[in-house]
């Protein structure tokens, strides 16, 4: 998904691949035209090279700090993937090696570009539902009991679905409604060993299910549900990704299966469709027309426009890694308070 977004857009140039996987960096480096002098199995070799502004890192969890970190201190621009850490202390670490190198920084929170959530982002931040009270995440998939290798080890991956799926939702309804204060979570690992193809048993050490509540700084309260074990959901696009936002005034309901309509409704009244503005299915940096592709996909490569529109301007990426460590605060409480049966607030990462 990182590299369909940088070949659509007009200001980046891919020019190098890193993978430790030979065979797939063969097959990519294929794929895309890059020659062999350009692909790197360390990503240590590929940093050492001075025509390259930026890198987008798309490994398992445990590697995003180190490959971060080596990145920013060779002067590189950096996206990461989410979660960006295994806990906020390394997320911190990260942040700090990116300001003192003064490279710009982005979490990849892909669901914050679907038109529909940056359509109703706009709307819950201008009002138009009132104050929120309550907001209601669900994001329900059937992933079956087959092996998902560094997904399910809680040294690769930190956490779970908590970390996994839940994270993005955790990020993007505080990007509406601002920062969660507070949480009660509970996690639950109901798998406790996957099956490989080659028919291996592996154990998997991290939650496929999460139940959070969650007080927001301003008063509003959110419920929130992620699973990888709803048999029959499906997974992927074609499972369950909703939200649903209750303010003083009306409510916004967003379903990811229509991700250029929002529904609307005030008190009294029936939920209205409300298709998704042109300026919102617009890419980021003033690109004329929508990306080419699936809806359901072509949100993804607008992530890659937001980081190179931010380079080339010289401002903030949104989100930063500022916002990548504040959620992984949010899921470290959600890892404490389940683990300790209360309530646990949330420091404020700066
Ligand atoms: N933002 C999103 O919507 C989204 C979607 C999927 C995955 N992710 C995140 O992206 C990351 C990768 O997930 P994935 O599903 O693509 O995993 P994956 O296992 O399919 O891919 C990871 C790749 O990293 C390579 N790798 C491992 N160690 C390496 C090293 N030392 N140097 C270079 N390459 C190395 C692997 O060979 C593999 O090709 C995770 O953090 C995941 O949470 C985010």
């Known amino acids: 998904m990182h590299i369909g977004g940088i070949r659509q857009c007009p200001w980046a140039e891919l020019v190098a691949l890193c993978d430790s996987n030979e065979e797939l960096l063969r097959q990519r480096a294929a794929e895309h035209g890059i020659p062999a002098k350009r692909c790197y199995k360390e990503y240590t070799e590929l940093l050492a090279r001075d025509d390259i502004d930026a890198v ?19 002067g590189k621009h950096v996206l990461c993937e989410k979660p960006i850490a295994l806990n906020t202390e390394e997320a911190l670490r990260m942040v700090a090696a990116c300001r003192a190198a003064g490279v710009r920084h982005m979490t990849a929170f892909t669901y914050r570009f679907v038109p529909a959530v940056r359509f109703a982002t706009h709307l819950v931040r201008s009002g138009v539902i009132g ?21 399910q080890v809680k040294a690769l991956a930190g956490t779970g679905e908590v970390g996994d799926m839940m994270a993005h939702r955790l990020d993007y309804t505080q990007a509406m409604v601002g920062r969660i204060a507070r949480v009660s979570g509970l996690l639950r690992n109901f798998i406790s060993e996957r099956q490989g193809a080659d028919g291996t048993v592996q154990v998997q050490d ?8 969650t007080e927001f700084t301003t008063g509003a309260v959110g419920v929130y549900e992620s699973s990888k074990i ?11 990704d909703d939200l649903d936002v209750h303010g003083t005034e009306g409510s916004i309901v967003y379903r990811m299966e229509e991700p250029h309509v929002l529904r609307i409704g005030r008190m009294g009244e029936s939920l209205e469709n409300v298709p998704v503005p042109a300026e919102f299915l617009l890419p980021v940096g003033g690109v004329p027309g929508p990306l080419a592709g699936d809806p359901l996909q072509t949100f993804r490569f607008n992530e890659i426009f937001e980081f190179v529109d931010a380079i080339r301007h010289e401002r903030d990426c949104v989100p930063s890694l500022v916002e990548g460590a504040q959620t992984q605060a949010v ?18 990462i700066e």
Do not use: M
Request: net charge positive; proline share 5%; charged share 20%.
């Open 331 to 348: 899921v470290d409480a959600i890892g404490r308070s389940s683990e300790e049966r209360q309530w646990v607030e949330v420091p404020v």
């Open 206 to 213: 991290v939650d496929d299910w999460a139940g959070v509540l």
């Open 230 to 240: 709803c048999w029959g959901f499906g997974f992927y696009a074609k499972s369950p």
């Open 56 to 74: 987008t890192i798309g490994t398992p969890n445990h590697l995003h700090a180190p490959i971060v970190i080596a990145a920013a201190q060779a």
């Open 131 to 151: 104050e929120v009270r309550t907001l209601r995440s669900r994001r329900l998939q059937d992933w079956g009991t087959r092996a998902i290798g560094w997904r």
